[in-house]
């Protein structure tokens, strides 16, 4: 048994009685109880059984007509993302300015560690001014890697926020793509294949449409550009 608000307990009882009750010197036998928000005898399981048999018929023919009356496709977004041009040459992008920002680094990085190398090898020779001097020029240089580090590849950094707008730019244009195809073969629902969807009939399968879509802003795009 459980309680479910606004209905109450809902469970079911089965039991055997050995007893004499009706007095045909027969026992009771069999008897069924259902709870749902009360309780039903025998007799009443019956009934309620029926009307609940009705009901569930009632609302699979409903959600079979609803459907119906809709069409669905379904589109395959890794498809996209590996075959559309736009999103190859933004990965492309992004990989190259990962490689300046992280040669930047690195040449800072080869700075500091010469800096470190002489002030060791001068340390015992130097006067406590000089040293002085090179240890904050040494930690001055290490919380400037830090800073670099964090606005250029952290979570707020720029190359996170760049990331996030040639995204954003291109599934804008992935989704009016997605919208043209669906009003022009009048489609009610389309869902992502790739995520939420563990078979789907080839004939309901829209990626190629969208690509094709995608790719008529981008040439009629570039054609705009000359």
């Known amino acids: 048994r459980f309680f479910m608000p606004m209905i109450g307990m809902l469970g079911f009882d089965m039991g055997y009685g050995f007893d004499d009750i009706s007095g045909d010197r027969k026992p009771q036998g069999w ?6 928000g009360r309780w039903f005898n025998t007799k009443e399981f019956v009934l309620v059984r029926i009307m609940i048999t009705k009901y569930f018929l009632i609302s699979l023919m409903l959600s079979t007509f609803i459907l119906s009356q ?23 992008q992004l990989m190259l300015e990962y490689q300046q920002i992280n040669a930047q680094f690195n040449n800072m990085v080869v700075q500091l560690d010469s ?11 130097s006067s406590p001014d000089w040293r002085k001097e090179k240890e904050a020029e040494i930690q001055s240089r290490e919380a400037s890697i830090q800073r670099f580090q964090v ?14 707008k040639l995204e954003f730019d291109i599934l804008s244009k992935v989704k009016r793509a997605v919208d043209k195809v669906a009003a022009s073969k009048k489609i009610d629902f389309i869902i992502d294949g790739s995520t939420s969807l563990l078979y789907g009939n080839p004939t309901y399968d829209l990626t190629d449409d969208v690509l094709f879509e995608l790719r008529k802003y981008q040439v009629s ?3 705009e550009k000359k």
């Open 31 to 36: 008897e069924y109880t259902i709870i749902f």
């Open 70 to 92: 809709n069409k669905f496709g379904f589109v395959q977004s890794d498809r996209i993302r590996a075959e559309y041009e736009e999103f190859k040459e933004a990965e492309g």
């Open 115 to 125: 800096i470190k190398k002489a002030f060791e090898s001068q340390r015992l020779m």
């Open 151 to 164: 606005s250029m590849v952290g979570p707020e950094g720029e190359l996170s926020k760049r990331q996030q």
């Open 221 to 223: 795009g570039k054609e």
